[in-house]
């Protein structure tokens, strides 16, 4: 048995338009359709090497749970690389968007990076290498 690839990533979003206006029109990704599943919505976007950004909208909302970025046992981000961290400040920055650490030079990774939050309060992370 072998694990062969990553086919996608997941995200319960608040609001979908919001969710999907920042993927769009912020991390330029192309959506790659939807799917309606009965009580949920599945809406696609693209992401290098044939991996899907997946966000669910759900009919029937669940209260929110809090979560801090130290809590054990959680899923904390996933990472995006990018060819222009500087472009892509700048982006979140005329948006809004809110920066958890703007970009800077981390010497132990050997790259620059810089953390967001996505509508839903998902940290994302972004690497120039």
Excluded: W
């Amino acid at each position: 048995m072998n694990i062969t690839g990553l086919d996608h990533i997941t995200i319960n979003v608040k609001e979908l338009e919001k969710s999907g206006q920042f993927y769009r029109e912020v991390l330029g990704l192309e959506e790659a359709g939807f799917i309606h599943m009965g009580d949920h919505t599945l809406t696609y976007f693209k992401l290098p090497q044939g991996v899907r950004l997946e966000l669910i909208d759900y009919e029937e909302r669940q209260p929110e749970k809090s979560v801090r970025e130290t809590d054990v046992g959680t899923y904390r981000h996933f990472c995006l690389e990018t060819d222009s961290l500087d472009e892509l400040y700048g982006i979140c920055q005329e948006r809004g968007v809110p920066v958890r650490k703007p970009p800077s030079y981390v010497e132990k990774l050997e790259c620059s990076t810089m953390l967001i939050t996505d509508p839903n309060g998902v940290e994302i992370e972004i690497i120039q290498r």
